[in-house]
Nanobody, 122 residues
Framework: EVQLVESGGGSVQAGGSLRLSCAASVSPFSGYCMGWFRQAPDKEREGVTTIGRDGSTTYTDSVKGRFTISRDNAKNILYLQMNSLKPDDSAMYYC?????????????????WGQGTQVTVS
């Protein structure tokens, strides 16, 4: 059974930083595309960033230069470093796995999801 557990969310002032983590029980973790998505109240789920098997990354325009996705294949953990946070970044953040080595920054292509971790920027 695939399980994804996010942590690291919280409340922070604008300009601050947070690092989200996602512990994944999927094998082989290193072989799959992983992604972070977010959803604010009354808004659609948005693709934030993805990382492929080869380490290639994509970012939505609004987070480029501020967010960094990374993965520790030895520990099966996905990270999202978020710097220079803005109130518009406030949302529930979800990690997800796509059981393919190819990444598409579209939520419908990811098969498994975590329960989410809340990020609030004031």
């Amino acid at each position: 059974e695939v399980q994804l557990v996010e942590s690291g969310g919280g409340s922070v002032q604008a300009g601050g930083s947070l690092r989200l983590s996602c512990a994944a029980s999927v094998s082989p973790f290193s072989g799959y595309c992983m992604g972070w998505f977010r959803q604010a109240p009354d808004k659609e789920r948005e693709g934030v960033t993805t990382i492929g098997r080869d380490g290639s990354t994509t970012y939505t325009d609004s987070v480029k230069g501020r967010f960094t996705i990374s993965r520790d294949n030895a520990k099966n953990i996905l990270y999202l470093q978020m710097n220079s946070l803005k109130p518009d970044d406030s949302a529930m953040y979800y990690c997800a796995v796509r059981l393919s080595s190819v990444c598409y920054n579209r939520a419908e292509t990811f098969e498994y999801w975590g329960q989410g971790t809340q990020v609030t920027v004031s």
